[in-house]
């Protein structure tokens, strides 16, 4: 994407459909005047007297116990520097989106005019009876040392500035663990760190809490190595100041084990690499650009383990792996403070995590065959599911046991579970759909390109590195909308109405002909159908000219639908193809099927949906629980509508003993965990949380996911072809340009499953001796 395609993409997403990325939303009903007059006169004065007689009733009936503030002053912000408070606000506002996302923690972002030290404690002292916990954030140090210090001295809340612990935090996680696979001692390694700002003083104080010597340990600021003898040093830099008669980083780096890049970008040469110690352990974490390049380092040293702060290496050590779930346990046993020991167990608990065997979910997410711990994979993954899970506890249990916790945690059981919950949907499945994605991009026609929005959801895709679009349409047209876009790239474009592709057009009609010939086709027929998009774009597919294909933006489903099964057909053993829709709800994904083709499905049809929607759900790396849903709930109704689907599930049990799925059931009790197990405990989805919803009908289905699709917080993607030879999806007519993307996305990851697939028949059929 060109700088200016950026710039406006950028400016759009903050400004449309709303200005900023975060806004209140009540969590009370608020529909009647009852309603009304408990959430504010008279019925508010109630709590109002309970927190004056007793002041810690504030966090049991206002919302302080999950409320953070993200504050700044707007002037260390990102790489932009000293932009001032209302610059800092987007910044702030995204901390917030993340906050929210990964821990379910609601932040205010706070921007302050002022870069006086007392003022600036003096406003959040004062408004910190709001919140539960402050995250400062983007403040210039030195200033930042000082009002984190004497605010977590001030405050009996917690306090953290993630500029400076975050990384330290995550990065520490890090170091032990390669430390641990090279075999070295943290107390016996020398450790070079480049830059003395806030982040490199807070990683250099925690690498000494788990044992680092400071006799060991060099750092660097933009003069230099910061030695002992050097005047007017700050009291940070005195603190780590070295004796030796060293001035510059490349004498430095002779022997080091360790080196710590938190400056600029390409200052570590190869020849320092070199110099370095067997088995150098290098975290270059400058942004966007490391210290030295990840490729470059790898090629100079086979020895390495190398991280940088990008998600496009192997170990980003990133912030968010760190902030939100520490908040989050320290919120969880109102904590007085973060201090130490939770820093400390945050380390611990993200070390031994990355040593545990990875989800599924996660290695298909990324793109790996298996992550295991070793060189590549030091530092757990920012989506994996678990990490809500294991951090938040290992700070809350380190709160309580150093005696900053005032509310502590009895039922690990019951809190780690309420942690799980919290978790929704988030759109963090849409963010490891398109991750795994961008790790194999496929080739993607866009049958509609000649179309402003289709062209568009083309473009993202190509930017965004997770396809590689071809471009059916008029070239004319699309090559003028590529102009006014910005789109600046050498794709593929494919008029199959032009002389060009006469060649291949009659070439996809003879081969069409030849399947259909026998149906009522002539050459004539086929020749004509070549030149209609879709029939050449299934076409291209169907002969591997192409990997995968999207249409149906133009024109009604049903016009898309039979040119795609006339070309390319039903996957081997499947009797009807069938769609599903993945609904991102605020219950966590939810999958309904059949949304768009089979209007009334036998129960034999209604199990082999089930069961092409049991595979798609493995797709995304999800274990399938399915309710087969009907009017009523295991053999409650003999009448033939629920009996079907008692049927269907009878051959589900019988021919998949292993599936977790069950029904006849309601709607209601398929999605309320306790209600269906406190009425059905022997049901085989008792307890557990269904993610996949099989409708009796078309009806249904369709009915039920666009009254979703429109609900407020919902999201759909969809609908997912199921039981296709080939990656071919259909989108609803005038799908937007994100849901045109999302499905872009879902082409390659099928595309990608397909061709795993074919390659693990093909290797049983001739296994290597």
């Not at 109102?334 to 995590?353: F, Q, T």
């Not at 502590?408 to 759109?427: A, C, F, H, K």
């Not at 759900?617 to 009907?630: C, E, H, Q, R």
């Amino acid at each position: 994407m060109s700088k200016q395609s950026r710039r406006r993409e950028a400016l759009l997403y903050h400004a449309k459909p709303r200005p900023g990325k975060i806004q209140v939303v009540p969590t009370k009903k608020y529909a009647t005047q009852r309603d009304l007059s408990l959430a504010y006169s008279p019925g508010v004065a109630e709590p109002c007297l309970e927190i004056e007689k007793r002041e810690s009733d504030v966090y049991r009936y206002t919302n302080k116990g999950n409320l953070v503030a993200v504050i700044s002053n707007g002037t260390a912000v990102l790489g932009l520097g000293n932009i001032g408070p209302e610059a800092s606000k987007p910044v702030m506002e995204g901390k917030g989106l993340l906050f929210k996302i990964f821990a379910d923690i609601d932040v205010f972002d706070i921007e302050i005019d002022t870069e006086n030290i007392d003022e600036f404690i003096e406003t959040v002292k004062r408004i910190a009876p709001t919140f539960g916990g402050i995250n400062l954030e983007d403040i210039k140090a030195p200033e930042a040392f000082e009002i984190e210090r004497r605010l977590k001295e001030e405050l009996d809340i917690p306090v953290m500035h993630d500029d400076q612990h975050g990384t330290a935090i995550i990065s520490a996680a890090a170091l032990l663990n390669a430390l641990e696979i090279t075999g070295k001692k943290i107390d016996k390694v020398k450790i070079v760190i480049s830059g003395a700002g806030a982040a490199a003083v807070s990683c250099t104080r925690l690498y000494k809490a788990f044992g680092a010597d400071s006799e060991n340990i060099v750092m660097l600021d933009s003069k230099g190595v910061i030695r002992k003898d050097r005047e007017q040093l700050t009291p940070e830099k005195s603190e780590f100041a070295t004796a030796r008669k060293i001035d510059t980083l490349e004498e430095a780096m002779i022997d080091a084990d360790v080196f710590v890049g938190l400056s600029i970008a390409d200052i570590v040469s190869p020849e320092m690499l070199l110099s370095m110690a067997a088995k150098p352990i290098v975290f270059a974490m400058a942004n966007p650009d490391p210290e030295i390049n990840y490729d470059l380092a790898c090629k100079t040293r086979d020895d390495i383990i190398m991280a940088t702060g990008r998600s496009d290496h192997p170990n980003q050590v990133n912030n968010v792996l760190g902030f939100p779930f520490i908040f989050r346990g320290a919120l969880d046993v109102r904590a007085k403070k973060i201090n130490e020991p939770m820093k400390m167990a945050a380390v611990k608990a993200l070390a031994d995590l990355a040593k545990q065997p990875v989800p599924e979910q996660v290695n298909i997410a990324y793109g790996e065959t298996r992550l295991t711990f070793g060189k590549d994979y030091i530092i757990p993954k920012p989506f994996d599911p678990r990490l809500i899970a294991t951090v938040p506890p290992a700070v809350a249990k380190a709160a309580m046991e150093s005696g900053v916790a005032t509310e502590p945690i009895t039922d690990w059981d019951v809190y780690t579970e309420d942690l799980y919950q919290r978790m929704g949907s988030d759109n963090k499945l849409v963010r490891l759909l398109m991750d795994r994605a961008k790790s194999d991009p496929k080739r993607v026609v866009f049958a509609e390109a000649d179309h402003l929005d289709v062209l568009k959801a083309a473009q993202i895709a190509y930017e965004e590195g997770m396809a590689i679009p071809i471009l059916l349409g008029r070239e004319s047209v699309i090559l003028e909308l590529m102009e006014e876009l910005g789109f600046d790239s050498k794709l593929e474009i494919i008029d199959p109405k032009s002389d060009a592709e006469l060649p291949r057009l009659l070439s996809y009609a003879e081969k069409y002909w030849q399947r259909r010939k026998r149906r009522g086709v002539t050459k004539y027929d086929a020749m004509r159908l070549m030149r209609e998009r879709n029939y050449f774009a299934a076409m291209m597919v169907n002969e591997g000219d192409a990997d995968g294909m999207i249409a149906g933006y133009a024109r009604a489903y049903a016009a898309v639908f039979k040119p795609v099964m006339e070309t390319i057909g039903k996957f081997d053993g499947v009797d009807k193809v069938a769609t599903t829709n993945l609904m991102l709800t605020n219950k966590g994904p939810i999958f309904i099927s059949d949304t768009s083709i089979n209007i009334n499905p036998t129960a034999k049809e209604l199990a082999n949906i089930a069961q092409m929607t049991n595979y798609t759900v493995k797709m995304f790396g999800l274990t399938p629980v399915i309710a087969m849903i009907s009017y009523a709930n295991f053999g409650a109704s003999k009448d033939p509508h629920a009996a079907k689907v008692r049927e269907a599930v009878a051959m589900l049990h019988e021919s998949n003993p292993d599936m977790i799925v069950d029904g006849e059931v309601q709607t209601d009790f398929a999605l309320n965990r306790e209600m269906l197990k406190n009425t059905y405990p022997f049901s085989k989805l008792a307890g557990k949380k269904v993610n996949a919803l099989i409708f009796p009908n078309l009806d249904s289905a369709n009915s039920n996911y666009k009254t979703l699709k429109e609900s407020r917080g919902v999201e759909s993607i969809g609908p997912i072809m199921l039981g296709m030879r080939k990656p071919v999806h259909i989108l609803q007519l005038g799908a937007s340009v994100e849901e045109m993307v999302n499905m872009a996305a879902i082409v390659v990851v099928d595309a990608q499953q397909k061709e795993r697939r074919e390659m693990d028949a093909a290797r049983r059929k001739n296994p290597v001796k």
